[in-house]
């Protein structure tokens, strides 16, 4: 049987993954491929490090050159995390002539259009199924599944450190950072978990999601986004009162030619699928206008979920369908899609907001009237009785909580009306403003 | 820009549908195929039939040989119905040189290993993402996105008329009688609905899926089904009342390189994914050893979200990417899986039983003792009053409904018990026995 010889660079979980696939599974991608993926190299940083797997001799090494200089390595699995020396090194993999199948997202969300322009320039591929959403196929669906539709929307869980965490505070109640600390005691989150925590990771996953889906190559810095870390354990009890979770959401929408763009912990349905993925799960529906509403879910990291990704893109790269996609979907090409960013000020939703209020007449009057002032409809008001505030909140035994919940609103106008609030003197600490998902 | 000449053969629901998206979104098709379908011919059986679209003149037709003998015609979607004149037509388009994208799950399930050994033997191919779940691409994530994994099991919903009656009688309270004909009334049921309802439909869709996933050919006649007229409304409410919704779930789960399928009404966990589908919706779970389990939902028919897989089919048929695939699946061949199906008595299920018994002493007591005979282990066990039995299952003054969910016993132990139980004294009418999903 014919042999296509790959290599593996970089040997963290995913890698060791992949090298596991690739040996201990041999027969199955083999006839799925038509042919041997044969394991030719694995490169490290540090040879003496303990490794979870016995690779045959003269497959370890610590120089890349290994790969870049042996021409009959024709796939590599470039798993190396960060920017650097991961973009320098998927450059010369590709001049060396090698077909790219990658993982990292960052360095796409950052580098992309200068990876796919080199790779489009030498006659070379870059898959990278594995670096959205782990274990849900979510590019080959949309770059191939899906291509008799204009995509509408894009709604989806994209972090599943964050939501791990989030399902943590749902389930037992906990705070953030009691939250965060089991999610890095179980090795869901690293110990600096910023990126994850703050919409970053959800918003990289974004741009590269929307650039298949709607042609415009976004810099995933202007997606406005808001973290987990930005409201209080006790709006995730009043959330839940009110038939909601608060998940990190993830959203593009189509509207008028515009893209609304936005990574944000939102109140999402109890019963609807979004609302129920639990821990370290992802899940994206997809609404195409011929196909209507797909939704998918599933691991969204992990060793065996990523490396399965990894895997059939390297098998579909030896094979010679990643090469016709590739050339299809001019991804980070200079063609303009003529789809531009609508402006966050022009972003509607429905809103949740969290006030914390002095308990004496009048104040409600004075909060629902700057409402109405900035055009805001009231949907509910549920002003708690001041002993659940203090003993959740915090707050001075005087103060009351106030949830209220919008209609529909512009997001220029909700912030405006919470920043007056904010300044009555009758309000105190940090108010709270979530977006709905309305369906 | 390149232009494929492709054309439609059939023009019911889905064949306008597809015209539509040829015909009125030209442009994204040519760019996410990177050339031009251009629909050269559509054939009809009545030229005097009035149409819901608009064609240019001259491509329609009545004369499937306008297609046959016309060599510019690479691509086919062929859409007829049912076995013949379908299976004769396929096979002269093949030989015609014709690529073949269908959505005719009957003929695959039933023609099969003729089909694609023909079009093997002539280098052509036949795409079906269409024939099963209608808009969710089940065919491509199977055989192309887990190709890294041996897939353990499916579990799906995969019929969307029966689904539509079921979510009826468990949201209105409807017998089945009503809630087949609202279906019928709105387009979701065909006149005769037999092998929606019967679970013949799930069966051949089952087949072809657990054909791509465990390579076994299997003859959809030889999977266990039971259909879903087979119960009472009142079991569905008692369901309901024990945390469950009554569903028609298609199974197959590899147990020990033998392969066990059964569609058949299931209860299944309420909040569970799975039994949260309503409506004309169909969803999937398949579990691979790397990927852990991934959820697709989804529009399982319509006009368009069939037409979009099959656009998608001529697209990926077009750019060559089906026939890369089709080659490699080696679907309906020879080869041998190894994978046998496992005998029906073998299978093993927890079990929700329903009986009618006599409302006198010691009648319990019968019942379990056979049940405790055959080592069938009981998890709870419900007894009405009797007026709601009286009501609800139209049976004599002094009879009460028993109802008995069991532990996991095999099916053949299942059904002897039941019959024993039948043929007490004590037990009157048709008793109900169904599969209880676990998790």
Redesign the interface.
């Known amino acids: 049987m014919e042999k296509t010889r790959v290599a593996i660079v970089g040997m963290g979980t995913v890698g060791t993954?992949v090298a596991k696939?690739l040996l201990d599974?041999g027969d199955?991608?083999a006839r799925?491929?038509?042919r041997v993926l044969w394991l030719e190299k694995a490169v490290v940083a540090d040879l003496s490090k303990p490794r979870t797997i016995d690779l045959p001799a003269g497959v370890l090494t610590d120089r890349v050159e290994d790969v870049i200089e042996n021409p009959e390595i024709k796939v590599v699995a470039q798993l190396i995390g960060g920017l650097e020396p991961a973009r320098t090194i998927t450059l010369k993999l590709l001049e060396a002539g090698k077909d790219i199948v990658t993982a990292n997202k960052a360095l796409l969300a950052e580098h992309g259009p200068e990876l796919f322009d080199k790779a489009r320039s030498l006659g070379r591929s870059i898959a990278f199924?594995a670096a959205v959403a782990g274990?849900?196929?979510i590019i080959?669906?949309i770059s191939?599944?899906?291509?008799?539709?204009?995509v509408q929307s894009l709604l989806g869980i994209l972090n599943g450190t964050s939501n791990f965490i989030l399902s943590q505070m749902d389930e037992s109640g906990a705070d953030y950072e009691t939250a965060l600390q089991k999610a890095q005691q179980l090795g869901y989150a690293e110990a600096d978990p910023t990126m994850d925590v703050d919409g970053s990771d959800a918003a990289q996953k974004l741009a590269i999601l929307a650039h298949l889906s709607f042609g415009s190559w976004i810099n995933w810095r202007e997606i406005p986004k808001v973290g987990i870390n930005t409201f209080h354990a006790t709006d995730m009890q009043y959330a839940k009162q009110l038939g909601y979770r608060i998940k990190l959401v993830a959203s593009a929408t189509l509207i008028n030619d515009q893209l609304e763009l936005v990574v944000a912990p939102t109140l999402v349905k109890k019963?609807r699928?979004l609302a129920?993925v639990r821990g370290a799960y992802n899940a994206i529906t997809v609404v195409?206008?011929?196909?209507?509403?797909?939704?998918?879910?599933?691991?969204g990291a992990?060793q065996?979920?990523t490396?399965?990704?990894?895997?059939?893109d390297m098998?579909?790269t030896a094979?010679?369908?990643t090469d016709?996609?590739f050339?299809?979907l001019e991804l980070w090409s200079q063609r303009d899609s003529g789809i531009a960013l609508r402006a966050t000020s022009l972003l509607s939703s429905r809103y949740y907001m969290r006030f914390c209020a002095s308990d004496k007449p009048g104040v409600l009057a004075e909060i629902t009237g700057i409402l109405g002032r900035n055009q805001i409809s009231i949907a509910s008001v549920i002003q708690h009785e001041p002993t659940t505030v203090e003993s959740a909140l915090g707050t001075a035994a005087n103060q009351v909580p106030i949830v209220i919940m919008t209609h529909q609103a512009p997001e220029g106008a909700a912030q405006k009306a919470v920043e007056q609030i904010q300044q009555l003197e009758t309000v105190h600490g940090p108010s709270i403003r979530m977006r709905v998902l309305e369906k």
């Open positions: 993954g696939l599974h199955r991608t799925h491929a038509g199924e274990g849900i196929p080959a669906n191939q599944c899906f291509s008799a539709n204009q019963g699928p129920e195409g206008d011929a196909v209507g509403d797909i939704f998918f879910h599933g691991q992990g065996m979920p490396a399965s990704a990894v895997v059939a098998i579909d094979v010679g369908r016709i996609t050339r299809r």
